[in-house]
């Protein structure tokens, strides 16, 4: 025992000192932080602290730690306690910018440890079981999460009513029309183009429920890991690099929180565009173009992407003949929507780039018109707090690997989002919480792939180490809490019983003007309108009293004569019918 701790004296080191007190602190910091009532940044939490306890205890646990860890070991434990406090902090605390700094503190001891740091090679078969397990849990929370928040009645009108709706009239008359999203009968397609939304259909016709748009939405968004995994081994990436990606992918926060308002065709593009990227490296020339089709067929301005992808073959030299082909393809996809939509539709939505619209311009040419006129004006439009909160969600999970660019060509592939998320003044298309990031999201994969392929084989583990940990303290930090719609569901059964019930007396061909949350549970009724912005005459006015108090108050000053009480739970639901 005597030699024992000679030797452990004689090994004495600053290196080995500072690290193992580091740990304690961080351990002694954990226990406190995991137990204590209160939020770590609270002054109760540090009132609660007995810091002469806390020292004896870091001081204990150092001594321990010093005779008993061995000095290869001290950079998992110190990372690993290190991940796990900020995931509890960062749940707390839900702030971009500190996410931010305790992901650059974890990925600066990873770096330091890096030559300690190393990990067994998976097989192929603990891999792709690893991926289904990950894409499982993947569905069962975004799925499970939204379909929680709608039978809980927590889904708006906008975007969920109306694609309750839809899906209903699509499956009795196969056209997409509401009459909740423009306060008439409508095809929705005179406002998004979106021909890709009767792949869902044949899933609809066996399961007719708004539940199952959100499973099919989940499902779909998960699909995405199998070309990720195909373009990973493409590139070359050992297992452990490709189930990185993985774990990136499933717990990136745009790639999740894309999914919560509610239900979206854009939800179809990230697969459609990783199956595009997967075929045209693999120079398969008809899966290519098949996909670059369903890509453009997602929304009028999805060929927008395929242009890009197409400008990116062109000048990467991967193909250029397929290159120019697709920027063709989808300049005159582009076109001709455009026009049609013009004609029979209601136009695409340029007021999402008014600040490149001036004077008379009005169009999506302007726009372009408008950039080349004057480059200078893009650099003032790409930044702002907002526009950077989006870029650390976006770049930070991803460890900047997308910024690890070699080849001056792949450049390119930031293009999408610097135009769709970047250069707008729509705040939306810059919030994460909204459908406007699935595309972006697919290009920034892509270009990690390519960019990790080109790196150094220590610089890529360090940095795919650094993105999962990332992605960890994001997802605690910007998605985690949503699984409070379980325990709302389970909380709130009675209260949730009682709406279905009232809802269910509403004759089922009877005309509703509805408040917004109660507008998707509609939505196997043919004509339903939400309040808040229609003047239409209908046999039923709904009220949720649990939100929208202000509208039911307005309606009894003004049109409550016209209608007769006939159900009402105070605090909960009120239902008029028209005398």
């Avoid at 193992?20 to 137990?35: D, G, N, Q």
Wanted: one cysteine or more; glycine letters at 4%.
């Amino acid at each position: 025992m005597t030699d024992f701790f000679k030797e452990k004296l004689q090994s004495l080191s600053c290196k080995n000192i500072v690290t193992k007190l580091i740990i304690a602190i961080i351990a002694v910091s954990l226990f406190e932080t995991a137990f204590s009532p209160y939020d770590f940044n609270t002054a109760e939490y540090f009132i609660s602290i007995n810091f002469t306890l806390y020292l004896v205890a870091v001081v204990c646990l150092f001594l321990l730690l010093f005779f008993t860890l061995d000095e290869r070991l001290d950079g998992y434990i110190l990372i690993s306690l290190l991940v796990y406090l900020f995931i509890l902090t960062n749940y707390q605390s839900k702030d971009v910018f500190f996410a931010l700094l305790t992901s650059l503190v974890v990925g600066g001891f990873i770096f330091y440890f890096s030559e300690k740091l190393s990990f067994p090679q998976l097989s192929k078969k603990i891999t792709i079981a690893l991926i289904i397990v990950l894409a499982s849990l993947f569905v069962f929370f975004v799925g499970g999460i939204t379909i929680a928040k709608h039978l809980s009645h927590r889904t708006p009108n906008f975007d969920f009513g109306i694609f309750s709706q839809m899906y209903h009239y699509m499956a009795e008359t196969f056209v997409p029309y509401t009459t909740c999203e423009r306060d008439m009968l409508l095809s929705h397609f005179a406002v998004h183009f979106s021909p890709i939304l009767y792949i869902a259909l044949p899933i609809y016709w066996l399961f007719p429920n708004p539940c199952t748009i959100l499973a099919v939405q989940a499902i779909a968004v998960a699909l995405g890991v199998i070309p990720l995994y195909k373009l990973s081994k493409h590139f070359g990436l050992s297992n452990n690099k490709t189930l990185a990606f993985i774990i990136m992918y499933v717990l990136h926060p745009t790639v999740i929180a894309n999914n919560f308002y509610y239900f979206h065709e854009n939800c179809f593009l990230t697969v459609m565009l990783l199956w595009l990227f997967y075929f045209a490296e693999k120079k398969k020339a008809i899966p290519t173009y098949i996909f670059a089709l369903l890509t453009m067929m997602v929304k009028e301005d999805a060929p927008i992407y395929v242009l890009f992808f197409g400008l990116y073959l062109l000048f990467s030299n991967k193909g250029k003949l397929k290159g120019a082909l697709m920027c063709a393809m989808s300049a005159i996809y582009f076109s001709v929507v455009t026009k049609l939509m013009s004609i029979y539709g209601q136009g695409i939505m340029t007021y999402r780039y008014d600040n490149f619209l001036f004077g008379d311009d009005g169009s999506i040419y302007d726009v372009v018109l408008n950039v080349i006129k004057n480059p200078s004006y893009v650099f003032t439009q790409l930044l702002s707090n907002e526009k950077i909160e989006f870029l650390i969600l976006m770049l930070v999970p991803l460890a900047f690997l997308p910024f690890a660019i070699k080849k001056p060509s792949n450049i390119i592939l930031l293009f999408p989002m610097i135009l769709i998320n970047l250069m707008t003044d729509y705040v939306y298309q810059y919030d994460i919480a909204f459908q406007y990031t699935y595309a972006s999201v697919a290009f920034l994969f892509y270009l990690s792939i390519i960019n990790v392929s080109e790196l150094k084989p220590k610089t890529a583990k360090n940095l795919l180490l650094c993105g999962i940990c990332a992605s960890l303290i994001f997802f605690t930090s910007v998605n985690l809490y949503r699984i409070d719609a379980f325990e709302t569901l389970s909380e709130e059964k009675e209260e949730i019983t009682l709406i279905n019930g009232a809802l269910e007396t509403i004759p089922k061909d009877a005309s509703i003007k509805s408040t917004t949350f109660f507008i998707p549970a509609l939505w196997n009724r043919d004509e339903v309108y939400e309040i808040a912005y229609t003047d239409e005459k209908t046999d039923y006015a709904v009220f949720d009293l649990r939100w929208s108090k202000n509208e039911h108050n307005e309606f009894l000053r003004n049109e409550a004569k016209d209608f007769e009480l006939s159900f009402v739970e105070e605090g909960v639901i009120a239902i008029y019918k028209a005398k």
